[in-house]
């Protein structure tokens, strides 16, 4: 039987996994993941039975990475966009699920364990994997794996879908959020409204342009803040965090389109920034696994990140 190998987060594990309709046993070797034909995919959950769940798609590798965690616990070829029906990369959340969907732009086109990351067509679901990029812009998974993977996941879940092959990795709380700054004057007023969403994944951006931070619960802002920057942004990073303890943040670095770094984060991304102590006391009550942070050195006044690559879906409009 042909042995399979799963991520470097997976080295040393060794246990039964799904392959399609066979189990077999993981190995690993230097962290690259041994090509899966069409259709076959690795599952193991027991790996990291609990914890905020992360998806990784890499349009370059037509594969889709599932964490938990922090932890890889499956690995799954898929087919996406073709050229004229690209599939956006960026920072999704899972907005809407259905197990029974059928598209309403492709002739009632049956879409198994739908879950929708765009409101204009964007989904995950199960379909037709030839090997290569093959959909409208949907990202088509084995049958058997998209129905594992819609068990598995909640809406709010958090989404990468990235040109590259970077798989994420944990780092400490990222600085800019790391403390209150008790110098602040009263001048760096900050605007804190959790009423206006009272319930919903919590989303973070951070400009560097503007020197604002802004914070979206499930797409509605409901908070805002002047942050001073002792170090300029210069590019744009992101993270989802993974778990709160007694040493406290832990995030995962998410892979970005474009991004040609490694596990160790820049000078820039170590760069101190202070908020205003009672905005971080306020937003440490909404942070939970799951959150979505994202730094970049564009305003956000245009909305931009300056590449062709979506943050957050927010709400149907």
Known sequence: ????????????????????????????????????????????????????VTIIVSLKTQKAYVYRNGVAIGVSTVSTGTEGHATPTGVFTVLQKDADHVS????????PFMQRLTWDGIAMHAGNLPGFPASHGCIRMPLDFAKLLFALTKTGVTVVITDDALV???????????????RASSKQAFVWQPALSPTGPISIVVSGRDKRVVVLRNGVEIGSSAIALDAPIDHTAAFTLQSIDTQGEHWLRLPLPGETQSGELSGEDRAKGRLPEGFRAA??????????????????????????VTIIEAERP
């Open 104 to 111: 309403n732009l492709y002739n009632d086109a049956p879409m």
């Open 283 to 308: 937003l440490a009550t909404v942070l939970t696994p799951g959150a979505t942070l994202l730094v970049t050195r564009e305003t956000l006044a245009s909305a931009s990140t300056g590449t062709a």
């Open 168 to 182: 994420p990795v944990v780092v400490a709380t990222p600085s800019l959020l790391a403390d209150g700054d008790r």
């Open 1 to 52: 039987m042909r042995r399979r190998v799963i991520p470097a987060l997976l080295i040393g594990m060794a246990m039964p996994v799904s392959v399609g309709a066979q189990t077999v046993p993981i190995t690993t070797t230097d962290g690259r993941i041994e090509a899966l034909a069409p259709g076959e995919y690795l599952w193991a959950p027991e790996i990291a039975p609990e914890g905020p």
